[in-house]
């Protein structure tokens, strides 16, 4: 027999010689039940309870001896039924540990799933305890090995030469077909060597995942028959979302998502995950118990007054990283992916929900984000967050502190505006050039505090939230209709444009003018001054059929289309071609913002901005909103004597643009690349690429030049 504890022992299951001691967070229980489950040879499945006899701060703990590795478990809590100050206890619930490392098997929507009385239709009375058992309808958490591989490290890739690919485990390879049929749609399959040769052959060095933690689907997708394809609706913070894997043993599944990461390093290339930390699948207070809210909700959730969820996610719920157990749960997450499954960062979702304070202020310096910047583990890995939740005062970008880089929306929306205006109107609108010039090099407005740099602005025109890259040209409305609720889901305010045609066609100009349009876009996000960040599939035109709000889409609205993508060469090679020049020419990839009063010759990275006329660029050009032709000279330094002209024209009909003067030894360009071309390497018969500094030229209408300074 073990002495009685006093000090609190890790949280989870945690195998040792002869057991495995299990330990749970339970700040308001008056006794836990530890729950073993074991299926008997030829029987029916056997549940022993054990009560767990240490508590020490909060943490109740046990030792089972003869317990080990493969041993399905949950919780049973016991404690006071007071919904109106936030108590749900109800042991008729087996509830999931909150730290479990592996679930067998997942919840199947049923009455029992509600500690509070609900009916057939889900209705019901929430102050009301239910009585029913809910253990057949509830998964088990696992006990995994301490054993088990971790991947090897990946050298980390510096922010000034990252280049972000954000994916789909499930869509990004259902439709591969140079993939085993078997292992697509899983980690495997993102870990085979056709996916990963797609993405080194573009110059991909970081993929971010979207959420892999384990996650159910919403009632309501399930009473329609969907599913919850984006995942964004988490069940377990610890354990790899089962359905991801081609094993099906609990543990396997943890190894298979190890052997993902270790290939992937093996390759150079970093694993980002997509984390959900600002709320659970348990939704708002009439929600099911599946965990946390049985546990201790009072502890784990933001409540208002009367007992009920504090909502600034749109979810129901959001998770208090105010309590310190509440966001230990979180570092120990975190910690976890990186020391044992060998995770190289983290995207942040709804990333201001973590940092609100006591009065639901946003804090900069929350505990949760001092812990990040000083924990020995995590202070070394990406960071970055999706700087806005839909509470008050929710839109936080560049405001996060170091070591934070951001999703820049700015840069969304800006570099959308002007290049996918109707542009037979666009000067009427007023989109002049002032924004653009900001957000193209590295929205220093935005980032300059805190000394984080351009890098920490992650540049995007297209992410799984909206429409894809080739449907911002052509579509100018939603049409969600799919999703099953009358198209009022999803954006309104897109930045798109059809030109002048909705969805599919097949009028030749149209599609001209979009292909265009897409690769003005991918220019600017890969060549422009911070961190680019691409959508999975927008490298070969991926479509979702003008569904801007996709998250129920398991089906090839969502999936990628490999076989389209080989019809999409051209715009493949254009990828590859700009991730290239972004390689090769060190102007592109900043690491400090250009400085206010550049100079040639200054030994510094710099910018020189000219108008139309190839003139310096006055106050009233960068107030006119009719400007829309910009010319960016980036001058290189000592280190790299490389310059780039970047041209901007972005006007409806052909324009007469006069290039820069330079000055010394340098006298002319050399065109590298044209938007108008198709190919990235094969101009148009009769297409010069050599011009002379101050020579009038002609730019095709809504197009983008590259040229290098001779």
Not at 507 to 519: F, G, K, Q
């Amino acid at each position: 027999m073990r002495p009685h504890l006093d000090v609190a022992p890790s949280l989870g299951a945690t195998p040792e010689p002869g057991g495995t001691t299990f330990a749970l967070f339970a700040a308001h229980a008056d006794a836990v039940d530890l729950c073993l489950f074991d299926e008997a040879e030829g029987g029916p499945e056997t549940e022993r309870r054990v009560r767990m006899s240490d508590r020490v701060h909060h943490v109740w703990s046990v030792f089972v001896p003869g317990v080990g590795p493969g041993q399905r478990y949950g919780y049973r809590v016991h404690g006071p039924w007071r919904p109106a100050a936030g108590l749900r206890h109800n042991p008729a619930k087996l509830l999931l540990d909150p730290y479990g490392a592996a679930i067998d098997g997942a919840p199947r929507w049923s009455p029992e799933l509600f500690a509070h009385e609900v009916d057939a239709s889900f209705d019901g009375s929430p102050d009301v305890r239910d009585e029913r058992d809910d253990a057949a309808v509830m998964p088990r958490s696992v006990v995994v090995s301490p054993d088990l591989p971790r991947p090897r490290p990946v050298t980390r890739v510096p922010w000034t030469d990252t280049v972000i690919y954000e994916a789909h485990v499930r869509g990004a390879t259902l439709q591969h077909p140079g993939i085993p049929e078997e292992l697509r749609g899983t980690y495997a399959g993102l870990g085979h060597p056709a996916f990963v040769d797609h993405l080194r052959s573009l110059g991909v060095t970081t993929l971010e995942l979207m959420p892999v933690h384990a996650f159910m689907d919403e009632r309501h997708l399930a009473q329609r028959g969907m599913r919850n394809y984006w995942g964004y609706n988490t069940l377990s913070f610890f354990a790899p979302h089962p359905a991801y894997a081609v094993a099906g043993d609990p543990q396997a599944v943890v190894a298979e998502f190890r052997t993902m990461v270790d290939t992937l390093h093996a390759s150079g290339i970093e694993v980002v995950l997509d984390v959900v930390y600002n709320h659970t699948c348990e939704q708002g207070s009439q929600g099911p118990t599946l965990c946390w809210r049985g546990i201790d909700a009072a502890s784990y959730y933001r409540l208002d007054g009367w007992g009920h969820n504090v909502d600034v996610t749109g979810c129901g719920n959001t998770l208090d990283l105010r309590n310190p157990y509440v966001c230990g749960m979180v570092l120990d997450s975190l910690r976890y992916w990186a020391s044992e499954c060998g995770v190289d960062g983290y995207r942040y979702d709804l990333g201001v929900a973590l940092a609100r304070g006591p009065q639901d202020e946003f804090n900069p310096d929350h505990a949760f984000f001092v812990a990040l910047r000083t924990d020995p583990v995590l202070r070394g890995l990406k960071h970055i967050a999706e700087p806005w939740d839909v509470g008050m005062h929710g839109w936080r970008t560049g405001q996060f502190p170091p070591p934070f880089a951001e999703w820049n929306d700015r840069f969304r929306d800006t570099v959308r505006t002007f290049w996918l205006p109707d542009v037979a109107t666009s000067s009427a609108n007023g989109h002049g050039v002032r924004e653009l010039a900001t957000r193209l090099t590295g929205s220093q407005d935005l980032f300059h505090a805190g000394d984080r740099g351009p890098s920490a602005s992650i540049n995007y025109v297209a992410s799984h939230d909206g429409y894809t890259l080739a449907d911002t040209t052509a579509y100018e409305r939603k049409h969600n209709e799919p999703n099953g609720e009358h198209n009022r889901d999803g954006h309104g305010d897109n930045r798109s444009w059809n030109h002048g045609a909705e969805g599919l066609t097949d009028d030749v100009e149209v599609l001209a003018r979009r292909r265009r349009s897409v690769r003005n876009l991918l220019a600017t996000t890969i060549l422009a001054t911070g961190t680019p960040m691409l959508c999975a599939g927008d490298e070969f035109g991926r479509t979702q059929r003008g569904n801007n709000n996709a998250y129920c889409q398991d089906n090839d609205t969502s999936w990628l289309d490999w076989e389209h993508g080989t019809s999409q060469r051209d715009l493949l090679d254009s990828t590859r071609f700009l991730l290239h020049l972004r390689r090769e020419y060190r102007v592109f990839r900043q690491h400090a913002f250009f400085q206010a009063a550049p100079r040639w010759g200054d030994d510094a990275i710099d910018v020189l901005w000219y108008g139309r006329h190839g003139e310096e660029m006055t106050a009233a050009a960068w107030e006119d909103p009719r400007c829309r032709v910009l010319q960016i000279l980036l001058v290189g330094d000592d280190v790299d004597a490389s310059s780039i002209l970047l041209v901007f024209q972005g006007k409806s009909t052909r324009e007469e643009v006069t290039l820069p003067p330079l000055t010394g030894e340098h006298t002319g360009y050399t065109l590298l690349w044209d938007s108008a071309w198709e190919r990235p390497d094969t101009p148009p018969e009769g297409t010069r690429t050599t011009y002379a500094a101050d020579e009038r030229v002609r730019l095709k209408a809504a197009s983008m030049w590259v040229l290098q300074v001779d």
